[in-house]
């Protein structure tokens, strides 16, 4: 089997890249154990100076959700978290490529990079209420932050997908390019980063983040509980169901 994660160091560059395409680089527990760890090892060697996170032909189709439900749903969450906390409050430049599918979590965690460069391809999309759910990532709190209120609202209660000229005008990407220039814009972005003096970056993101720190966690803890709670009820079981069973679900009779 092929890793699904795959880590390279180049000079001052570590590079996190999802290798599942049969999958569509859906995340498993796993992968968020393996991405956690190296973002740990990454804000503790001081030869690492960006992180890149990158796909393939899909930037991720969020979780993966046969895998969740087999790890006993709400006792999953923990790697889920744990790559959240490494991420939110990792140190140095995150520089995230994005195309095709970026689904769920594939959206909300570019929420915590620093610079977010995305194929003209690329597919965003928030299902978290129509899987009977929640935001997560302090979505509820960094997507209105970034996109406005009313547009955040729409895409994460209707779960409507949006490509990469919305997700420009909102705020949620920093550059649109062609398919074709991606990885060498990304590969160019890092590259700059890395060239600039570390701990003056260091410490303007640290500046950058400080207003809303508090308030993510805060916005994360609410999220968690109100996610756990959802994945107990009868909303999320019809959703699960329908979507292992392969059928649209129905909540007509629920309340």
Known sequence: MTDPVLTETKGPVLTIRLNRPEKKNAISLAIYEAMTAALNRAA???????????????????????????????????????????????????????????????????????????????????????????????????????????????????????????ALAAGLITKLLPDEALDAELDGAAARLAALPPAAVRQTKALLRAPLQAAVREAMTREVEAFGAQLKSAEAREAFTAFLEKRKPDFSRLD
């Open 44 to 166: 503790e060697d001081p030869a690492v100076r960006v992180v890149v996170i990158r796909g393939g032909e899909d930037f991720s189709a969020g979780n993966d959700i046969a895998d969740f439900l087999a790890a006993g749903g709400e006792s999953g969450l923990a790697p889920i978290l744990g790559f959240l906390d490494a991420l939110s409050g990792f140190p140095k430049p995150v520089v995230a490529g994005v195309r095709g599918a970026a689904i769920g979590i594939g959206t909300t965690l570019l929420l915590h990079c620093d610079v977010v460069l995305a194929a003209a391809s690329t597919r965003f999309q928030l299902p978290f209420v129509q899987l009977g759910l929640v935001p997560e990532a302090a979505s509820s709190l960094l997507l209105p932050a970034a996109a406005g209120r009313l547009r955040a609202s729409w895409w994460l209660l209707t779960g409507e997908g949006f490509d990469a000229e919305a």
